[in-house]
């Protein structure tokens, strides 16, 4: 009962920062514009960006089960595919659920130990930050002018004031730099103590980390690179393609495309559910770094959250009345 109050505070927190923040970013947006603009825009990149979108969460599928089979288990792809998409579902209701969520779909449906599968997760979520912190890079040195540009103008630089994209990114920096430090001294705890809850909390982590080892043999693997090489590249063009939808937006290119998804998958990181106000921040931030107007830039941000997260709502939801009616007819392990 208590672990469920407390599940359920959590949730309404998490969703009442996520409802702050875009009230923050959205309450001096002009609203009959946006419509306008939503009204007018094409709809059929729209739709090809969600396809892309689907099928890159297709290839994560085909990457865990690389994962996985290191541990001796083999999972098929469309098991595997629903446990991916009901974790998407239910990282909307509450950050970071959908990981533990994920295995325990898996493990209903073809077997795979739990505990082992979340070592796997946590391999791929180390594998998807690197690239990521890669990228960002990558996107510091093509667009470092625009970005310092854009520091200027989100601080003193809008109205003598902090801009709203401002206000957020601050926040973010400054709880990444809280979650360094506390996760800095939780370690140190853990490693002095030896009561009896630390000492499950250590065989727990044991287990987990049996699953990370299993990297070192799917690394061997060139379809684990390329696989993870795909599901960036659908990344990009679902986000790059969007561009399209919208009149204020369609002119931008490539390098816009890659900053857009770099500062995107920045803003879905946050732990908020489905990267709720952050995105928004992010990219709205990014486009107007390469002088989209801020109307058009909110627009945006908002159309490609939706539609993906409209994406995940439905297949998501899907894959859960398929995890429920699945029959386990063989066990997955080798």
Known sequence: ????????????????????????????????????????????????S???????????????????????????????????????????????????????????????PAVQAFGTVITERITDLICLLILFGMVILLAFQRLSDLIQRLTWGYEDKLHPSGSIIIILISVFLVSIFLGIFLYKKLKQSNSFFIQKVRGLIGQVLNGLVSIKKAGKNPAFWISTLLIWVLYFLMTYLMFNALEGTSHLGLLAGFAVLIMGGIGMSAPVQGGIGTFHALVMATLIAYDVQEGTAATFAGLLHISQTIMIIVIGLLGLVISIIYKQENSAHE
């Open 1 to 48: 009962m208590q672990r469920s109050i407390l599940s359920a505070i959590k949730y309404l927190i998490s969703l009442l920062i996520a409802a702050g923040l875009l009230w923050l970013l959205y309450r001096n947006q002009d609203i009959t514009g946006m419509l306008n603009q939503l009204k007018n825009a094409n709809y059929s990149w729209v739709i090809l």
């Open 50 to 112: 969600v396809i892309l979108g689907a099928v890159s969460h297709l290839v994560r599928a085909w990457r865990w089960q690389m994962l996985i089979k290191p541990l001796g288990f083999r999972p098929k792809l469309l098991p595997t595919y629903v446990a991916v998409m009901v974790a998407y579902l239910f990282n909307l209701v509450l950050p970071r659920m959908g990981e533990v969520t994920r295995c325990g779909i898996l493990y209903k449906m073809q077997k795979v």
